[in-house]
């Protein structure tokens, strides 16, 4: 025997219950409803900008995040424009990217790879960023484009140095406008030949990662070819802090040149050390002992000191440069803050304009469209003069500063760093440049642009 | 039911929900909001790091909370599971079965090793033995000492391992995802419920870590309540007293150590399946004291503790650490300026990049006020209200001690 009890809220119950049912297959829209990953829909666009803001090389990201912000003011058309003036391709008018105002979210990778990748996917899940960019260690550039490519966002590489961001670890949606280790051989090969001649003995402390690893590689390819031997290459760990036991055994090696393959805190310790053991004042085999920092910046300088002087590095791009597209960065950035940018501060806000440019001129946010826009672009107005970002491996091609230290020329203590390293020479591009399978690079591909979604 | 008292079902059963639920939990603010913007934690990558350092504290308290044995080097099982699934990406295939049973049980195999040596000595010996195995393991990985020994890549130093598109991959067919998968369902696949305001994100890996975490946690609260769980409490309480007794400890500890490891590598693996990639800095020491303090935090020996400590934590790491003096600015844009850059200096230090220093004050408030961890808090809040209702029930209710 059945018994309904069909009274009005029941009815009204059941039908709620049955039409949320319906409803729950056309409310679960699966992400794919989209064309790519986070395509900007409102009249705003957000940049991830990941940088290290604790930890050794936290000096370089926090100068990044100025340009950064600097960057934007100018997309945005606050400001004087600063590059976009000089720049060669002229389609960012100063209101924003095709009409869509630009916003950032920043985070701190800490020079760690799970820490960064943790930053940047909550930068792509949760706040919807478009393109990522910053960073200074090229460990965790590695690691962040690994991540870009699987997400399926551009990554504009910042400081990166390492031969394998572009060679054997280089991805498709990963972009890199710093040079690299092989870049910085080449440039420094024929200074050290005038300088110290060709008979030399090199010992190398070298940081024990992929960017430390590459660069002694490089520098000790270029000075073997010139005739230098390499006594000893002493792996350091990175944030090791004291050098001193790396430092003494140099004394009775025979060696007549320290190649420190050091940078940001690690550099200003190790360099520091070897002045204080005297290695600068020495004799060896009747030569005065040299010590080359074949990657220098303006912070590691200025932590230097006078340390530094007779020390030849090789930099990116220095606010020295003569040309109109530096003179307006270094203007803009210096009213806004007070100095002068640095080499890192710069690639990151020419990666920051240059993936903009690339929307602008593809017409669209798609990955695979600016991929498309920035392989093999021609451009200039930037600094370093004419550059190519090649295709073939996503590495820029543009001309390579030798520097040396010198004793600062105004004698202000706030230019210590900035005006206490000289450009020697400006390695034009040609002499840098390299084909994409070269053995130092070979193992890697780009494999196909990754929209997600 | 499933073997479990009335009151432990209930908590189970409350945990299975909040897990299961969290997409919706951790998102109580409108994207678009000022609070939705800097408070959300609901985006899947967080969620994933809540339930699978969830389980490894879990692992971790069922040898810290039952056998009071702190070993200071629970990180090194976390790496080597990693390790172990990102190895069977590169050789086999992204299906995260491999990856997974071999986590586990690389893991637990290390752990044998460690624990036949490190359970000799007890007390602070023990923490140092561990701590030492830790650092060891660490210094292997970043240096990459075994592939420079035998001249290949097995850990690739501080680059971190990582798969490549010339990799091996014996058992991955044309038509497979690229990325971890569970047969052909991709851990990074996800389905978004758009609301109102909202857009909940249902991903496919979270829920797999989350019925990991769920079974994990079921598998905690049947040891805690085991006669070998018992035991190990007895250890806990006086060791001398069940060698006295002729009782061999050592086997309980041991097996107490191994399963504790094997969580650990089981949350290694999990890492590995959400973001194919693993570096050593997951092994450094800072990473094992990460451990200890979110037990702490949480409450050692109590059965949720842990899972809250982990949750918190990594949400401090997370959220806090993103908040910036613009956001804050943002917030107290209707105060008077004066005001607002005052709030905002006097704030300034605990976000960002100071977020350690919240967790810091947070530790030490919790260690100071509540010694039994969260948990405690909750319990004494659970009180207040129950006293309210009948001021006898809250005497008659307690239980003893132990």
Known sequence: MTKSNFTRRGLLKTSAVAGAGLAVPTIFTASSASAFTNEPTGDTVTFGFNVPQTGAYAEEGLDELRAQELALEHLNGMGDGGMLNTFSSKVLDGTGIMGKRVNMKTGDTQTKSDVARASAQSMIQKDGCIMINGGSSSGVAIAVQGLCQEAGVIFMAGLTHSNDTTGKDRKANGFRHFFNGYMSGAALGPVLEKAYGTERNAYHLTADYTWGWTQQESIQAVTEAMGWTTTQNVLTPVGAGDFSSYIAPILNSGADTLILNHYGGDMVNSLTQAVQFGLKDKQVNGKDFKIIVPLYSELMAKGAGSNIEGVYGSMNWNWQLGDEGTAAFVKSFGEKYGFPPSGAAHTCYVQTLLYADAVTRAGSFNPCAVVEALEDFEFDGMGNGPTLYRGSDHQCFKDVLVMEGVASPSGNAAMVGYDTLSIVEQTPRAQVEYPEDHPMFAGGSLGECNPGA | ?402
């Open chain 2, 1 to 402: 039911m499933l073997g479990l008292n009335s009151h432990d079902l209930k908590m189970f059963i409350v945990i299975a929900i909040l897990t299961l639920a969290a997409p919706i939990l951790l998102n109580p603010f409108p994207d678009a909001s000022a609070l939705g913007e800097s408070f959300n934690a609901g985006y899947p990558a967080l969620m994933q790091r809540f339930v699978i350092f969830g389980i490894l504290v879990i692992g971790f308290n069922l040898l810290f909370g039952l056998t009071g044995y702190l070993s200071f080097g629970h990180a090194a099982f976390l790496g080597i599971g990693s390790y172990a699934a990102v190895w069977m990406f590169k050789l086999l295939s992204y299906n995260i079965v491999p990856a997974i049973l071999l986590s586990v049980i690389v893991a637990g195999l290390v752990s044998v090793v460690i624990g036949y040596v490190s359970l000799r000595r007890s007390g602070i010996y023990f923490s140092i033995l561990t701590l030492a195995f830790a650092q060891m393991m660490y210094a292997i990985a970043y240096s990459d000492l075994l592939g420079r020994m035998f001249g290949i890549t097995v850990t690739n130093g501080e680059t971190g391992l990582q798969v490549y598109n010339d990799d091996p991959q014996i058992l991955m067919s044309a038509g497979d995802p690229t990325v971890p998968h569970l047969f052909g369902i991709t851990m990074n696949g996800s389905s978004t419920w758009n609301v109102g305001g909202w857009s909940f994100i249902f991903q496919n890996g979270y829920y797999l870590s989350a019925i990991f975490m769920i079974a994990a946690f079921y598998l905690s609260i049947r040891i805690f309540r085991s006669p070998f769980g018992l035991m190990l409490r007895a250890i806990k309480s006086n060791q001398t007293r069940m060698h006295y007794t002729g009782l061999n400890t050592k086997p309980y500890m041991l097996a107490a150590f191994v399963i504790s490891g094997m969580y650990a590598g089981l949350a290694g693996g999990l890492l590995s399946a959400m973001d194919p990639l693993t570096g050593a800095e997951r092994m450094f020491w800072t990473a094992s004291g990460e451990i200890v303090v979110m037990s702490i935090l949480g409450g050692v020996g109590t059965l949720i503790g842990p899972v809250l400590g982990a949750g918190l934590i990594k949400y401090l790491e997370n959220i806090v650490s993103k908040i910036n003096d613009g956001i804050l600015h943002n917030w107290f844009a209707f105060m008077p300026d004066w005001l607002d850059n005052l709030l905002v200096t006097i704030i300034h230090p605990f976000i960002g990049k100071g977020w350690h220093l919240t967790l810091g004050l947070l530790f030490m408030a919790v260690v100071i006020f509540l010694p039994g961890g969260l948990v405690e808090g909750g319990q004494r809040i659970g009180r207040l209200f129950r006293r309210k209702k009948s001021t006898d029930a809250a005497n008659g209710a307690t239980k003893p001690a132990e």
